[in-house]
Every structure is written in C-alpha cells, then in structure tokens.
C-alpha cells in the first residue's frame, strides 16, 4: 500500500461530521436588526459559539492611514470597556474558561468566542460591552498601537520569512487596490492614527446595518432575541461599498526579492483568480489544486516532488482562496471571505544556493499541470481522497458556524458550502477539471515573492537564465537525477528589469 491510498484509508475511518451531515444553519429567525441572523442549532452541544461580524474590514482604511481597522477591532477585543478594565475583563473570563477574539480580514470584522451555557448571561454582557461600549482608553490604544508597530517591524520582517514571502506576495498582486496593505497597516499609517481616528472608524463602521448575528450550539430563542435587540442599540449607517478589487493585469513574470540576512529563501508565486466559493468550476479547481499542493499533504505532487523525492525543505502548498497562518493551521479557515481571491504556491524555505532551482522546479511543475491537467487516475484518487478529507474542515460547532457565515457571504443557499464541496466531488468529472485549469491558471504571469539574503546574485542568476544545479549529500536515482539536468535549465522568462529588491527594513513601512 502507497502513502496516497494509506492517506485515504485512514481518512475514510473518519467520522468527523461537517459535510454533508450533522446540524445545518437553521432558517432566519425574527430579529431587530436589518440583517437576518445565522443560527446554528445543535441541541446537544452544551457550548454555545458567537460569531459577530461587521462589513468593516481593511479596505475601509483612510488613506494614509492603514491599520485603523485592524487598530479599532484590536483595541475593542483586547482593551477596557466603560463597565469594565481589560485586567478586570480578563478575571471575570478566567473562572468561564472563556474568551473572546476578533478576526480583521481585508472585507470584515469577526468577534468570535465560545462558553458553557451555564456562564451565558455573563459572558454575552462582556461581549457585548466590547462590542457596544469600548472605552477606547488611552493606555489600551497605545500599548496595542506599539505591540501593532512592533509586529510588523520586529516580528513580520524578523521571525518568519514564510509570513514575510507570502505577505509580500500578497500585496504585490492587490497593488493599488483596497486589498493592497496587510490588515495590520503600515508602519507611517499606524503612526499617523489617533484615538480619535479611532473612535470615528467605530462609529462609522460598526453599525446595525453592517452587523451580521451568529450563534452555534445550545442556545434557545430568548438568547437570540436578547443579542439582537442589545446589537440594534449600535448607530444607524451604512458606510459607502468599497468596489471589489480590480487588481492590474499582470503582464509576463515580476519579482520582489526582499533582502534579508539568512540561512535559507521563501518562496511564495502565483496570480490573482477570478472563480470564487459556491461556483461550480470553484470545486473543479479545488480538484487540481489539491492535487498539485492540497495544504499539509505529504501526498500532493509538490510536496512529492521537492521534499520526498529530493528533501529541499519542510513541505510545499498551493491554494485557489486566502490561507492565512499557514505554519500553524491544518484546515482551511472560516472568517475570511473576499470578492477576489488568488492561486498561490507556497514553497517553504529552501537553502539559499538551491532557491533559484526551488523556484524553477515549482514554476515547472505548474505549467506541466496547465500543459497536460489531470490523467483519469489522477482526477479519480484525488476526488475521493477529497470527498472524505473534507469532513476535517469543520468538525467544531464554532467553525460550522464560521462557515455558515462565509456562506452568507458568498450567497450561497443552504445546506451550504461544505456539503455542496462533498457532493461536488461525486459530480464533477476529470474534462471539467482540466477545463478549469485551462480557463483560471495562467503561470505565464505571475508575481513572485522571494526572502532571501544575496539579493542581486539571484536576481542575477533569474535574469540570465543561469544554470541552477542542485548536489545531494546522499545518493539520488537517476531518474531524479535526469530530471535535476532540466529543471537546471528550465526557463524562467523573466527580464532583469522585472526584478526588484527591496531591504528588509523597508518593507510595510508607508
């Protein structure tokens, strides 16, 4: 037995629930707010999960003033409240083990937390109170605004050249755009925000127009006429829409090399897309992807073909939909629905003389999927390895609930994403897959994002076609070896003039 049919035996013993069975979001219920709730009901549950979500996100900051969103959102979920200080919100917590966080993604804002139902009058009024009545306390705004600073300045560009790669790549693709900063701002737009920014972001954004009610588990009708009627005393309003995203065409191959002192080289590539959930051809790409580099699968074709078969690095992903956190997360995340999404491959890093033949292999790979899509044995064991992995994707109440309001989101009708993922992969056939891949994969413009240390002698070697060669410290078969003396020479098609490096300490600071 291979590792790819172990895989699949194993996850077919699964009896996660998330799917197609288990508890789906019951139909709206009567509310004072304009919005309909999202309730999912499972009785059996003794927790009940909140998720709070307000169309507010990171494409609503001023400009000059990136962060404001991701600052207000912090400040709400991690400070005082007029009833309460932070120190005293976090006593109160300790006894429920309960908390509650917030999620800033580039189109919403998400309160979530989950408690015993025994603790639900208490818990619901601290929620509420940092929802309704933040206090927006000076010590608070300044201790987050610095710990905010500090992120991008000492741990973004410092601790993790993966975050680094893949946040870079990121705002490369959405240049110009209202997806065009991290959530977490700029350097000079976090200085530039006041308390009084602040203030007057809440008020304009968090409002009962743009508030969405979700609540999972063992929860009864009085607690969701209570919510609702405490969330529409939030300010009429509805902001003016941010337009979805219109990123610039990409023409051929662009770099971004950020210099930076280092053992190894990031690697993140890829191109904005335009299929979104709920779409049929969606779930005929999530086939291909998975195939090519389903995240965390030691049976993907990259992880087989970099790490396996020539052990460069701790693993490589690809994804058609925004995976933040990707070093610690297993599953794809709820909470981060967008109106544009982008395919992205993930290299992690690779020894600094092997990043010029990394990035060759990946980019090789991917156009030999575009060139030849998936064979019918191919397109057979990954729809079925799907079919049961999906069930991972939720297997809590919370991130049910989570998914549910990304459904709302994307308009999709119940019984919702994830059971039209499952049945999707006893629908759809191998000619529709690789018509997708024809239609939404184009690896002949890209942007790709590089962390490396010698800076100009990869962009050097890139721009002049060098030859990458690659030695082993221990014997290889010659198979691999052949196919080493390809990938060598395999061109890149990328002019000098494409290429551009940018330092380590310059990066998300205006």
């Known amino acids: 037995m291979n590792a790819r049919h172990a895989i699949v035996l194993l996850l077919s013993l699964s009896v996660l629930a998330g799917c197609a069975s288990g508890p789906r979001p019951a139909a709206p219920e009567a509310s004072s707010l304009p919005t309909a709730p999202v309730l999912l009901r499972v009785p059996e549950d003794p927790t009940v ?20 969103a991701f600052l207000t959102a912090t400040l709400m979920a991690e400070g005082s409240t007029t009833q309460h200080t932070y120190a005293e919100i976090l006593r109160l917590l300790y006894p429920m083990a309960a908390s509650y966080e917030t999620r800033v993604d580039r189109e919403g804002i998400t309160f979530s937390g989950r408690v015993h139902r025994d603790n639900l009058d208490a ?34 560009r410092y601790s993790s050249d993966e975050e680094l790669g893949k946040a870079v790549f990121h705002t490369e693709v959405f240049a110009g755009t209202p997806y065009g900063h991290i959530e977490e701002g700029t350097v000079a ?40 009627a405490a969330l529409a005393e939030l300010p009429p309003g509805r902001p003016a829409a941010v337009p ?11 770099v971004v090399i950020i210099e930076k002192p280092g053992p190894a080289t990031a690697i993140s590539f890829g191109f904005p897309i335009t299929v ?28 087989q073909v970099l790490r396996e078969a020539r052990g460069m690095n701790y693993g490589d992903y690809s994804y058609i939909e925004y995976f933040p956190e990707g070093g610690g997360r297993e599953m794809p995340p709820p909470g981060v629905p967008r109106r544009k999404q982008l395919f992205e491959v993930w290299i992690r890093p690779v020894p600094n003389g092997q990043a010029h033949f990394a990035l060759r292999a990946g980019v090789r790979e991917l156009e030999r999927l575009v060139a030849n899509g998936l064979s019918q044995e191919e397109f057979e064991f990954t729809r ?33 994403h994830l059971a039209r993922f499952r049945a999707m992969m006893g629908d759809l056939t191998r000619d529709d897959v690789n018509a997708a891949i024809r239609k939404h994969l184009r690896p002949e413009n890209m942007v790709i994002a590089m962390v490396t240390a010698d800076a100009k002698k990869l962009a050097d070697g890139i721009a002049g076609e060098s030859p990458s060669p690659i030695t082993y410290a221990t014997p290889k078969p010659p198979e691999i070896l052949a196919q080493d003396e390809a990938i060598a020479v395999y061109p890149l098609r990328i002019p000098r003039d494409a290429i551009r490096i940018v330092p380590v300490d310059s990066v998300f600071a205006r």
């Open 276 to 303: 979104l959930r709920g779409e049929r051809e969606f779930y005929a790409l999530w086939i291909a992807n998975s195939w090519l580099g389903e995240h965390r699968n030691s049976a993907s074709h990259l992880y």
């Open 123 to 156: 818990y619901t009024s601290l929620l509420l109170d940092a929802i309704l009545r933040p206090a927006f306390a000076t010590d608070d705004f300044q201790r987050i605004k610095q710990r905010t600073i500090d992120g991008i300045e000492k741990s973004l």
């Open 49 to 68: 999960a909140f998720a709070i979500r307000f169309a507010a996100g990171s494409q609503g900051d001023p400009q000059g003033k990136d962060g404001l």
């Open 384 to 416: 079925r390895f799907l079919s049961k992995y999906c069930l991972h994707f939720a297997p809590t109440t919370a991130a049910r609930l989570g998914y549910a309001l990304d459904d709302r989101f994307y308009g999709i009708e119940s019984p919702g």
């Open 244 to 254: 979805a995203p219109s990123p610039k065409s990409i023409e051929g191959r662009r």
């Open 189 to 228: 737009g976090l200085e530039a925000i006041s308390l009084d920014d602040v203030r007057a972001f809440h008020r304009r954004h968090f409002t009962r127009e743009t508030v969405t009610l979700g609540i999972g588990g063992g929860f009864d009708d009085a607690l969701v006429a209570r919510l609702g």
